[in-house]
Every structure is written in structure tokens, then in C-alpha cells.
């Protein structure tokens, strides 16, 4: 694989430029969180099959937005359900909508491929 003018082989030990594993991604919300405060950053750790790994993952692209998706939903439906114990007549019915919601992408991330 070329890139940038390099040539990159299938077993080199650096990524091409744009690729990062999880630990280095999760190193730099770090360090960004230091500097700037709280993130709200879901990053799947799994090994994905893309182009930039000759597809030796053991996930697809798919399968790990799903992942990410269903954390998201499940921090969705926690928030939603927390605001339904002190949510006014007014605010209900636009929080169970919200609820419904996240448990129906949870339906959907999770069921059998």
C-alpha cells in the first residue's frame, strides 16, 4: 500500500498516516479532557477490517458502529429514564419518545447478526 509518498507492507510495524488503535485514541481524549474539560467520546475497541488493514479485522465496519450505537443508546436510555422520574406533564410524552427510541436502537445494535 502506498500513502503520502511511503510505502506501507502489510506487516510494517508503524499504521499509515490517519489509522489509530483504540489505546492511542484513547490516550489523546485523555490528554485533550486534561486540557479542555469533560468528553463524551464512545470509541469501539474492537479490530475492525478496512483497507487500511487488508481487512484482517475480526469486525465489520458495521458490527463496530452498531457497538458504539448501542453504548450511545444505553447512555440515552439512562438519562431518559432518569428524567421520567421527575419529568412534568408537559415534558413526558417527549421523553417516553426519547426512551422508546434508545431502547429500540438497542434492539437493533444487539440482535443476532
Not at 510494517?12 to 485533550?32: H, K, L, M, V, W
Not at 467520546?41 to 457497538?67: I, K, M, S
Request: aromatic fraction near 4%.
Amino acid at each position: 500500500m502506498r500513502c503520502c509518498g511511503r510505502r506501507f507492507d502489510d506487516e510494517a510495524p508503524i499504521q499509515p498516516p490517519g489509522y489509530a488503535d483504540a489505546e492511542t485514541i484513547s490516550g489523546a481524549a485523555d490528554r485533550i479532557e486534561a486540557d479542555f474539560g469533560k468528553l463524551d467520546v464512545l470509541v469501539n475497541p474492537g479490530f475492525t477490517a478496512t483497507d487500511l488493514n487488508a481487512h484482517r479485522g475480526q469486525q465489520t465496519v458495521a458490527e463496530g458502529a452498531a457497538e458504539i450505537d448501542a453504548a450511545a443508546a444505553e447512555r440515552d436510555r439512562a438519562k431518559a429514564e432518569e428524567e421520567m422520574r421527575s419529568a412534568g406533564v408537559d415534558t413526558l410524552d417527549e421523553i417516553r419518545t426519547r426512551l422508546e427510541l434508545a431502547q429500540a436502537r438497542i434492539a437493533v445494535a444487539r440482535r443476532p447478526a
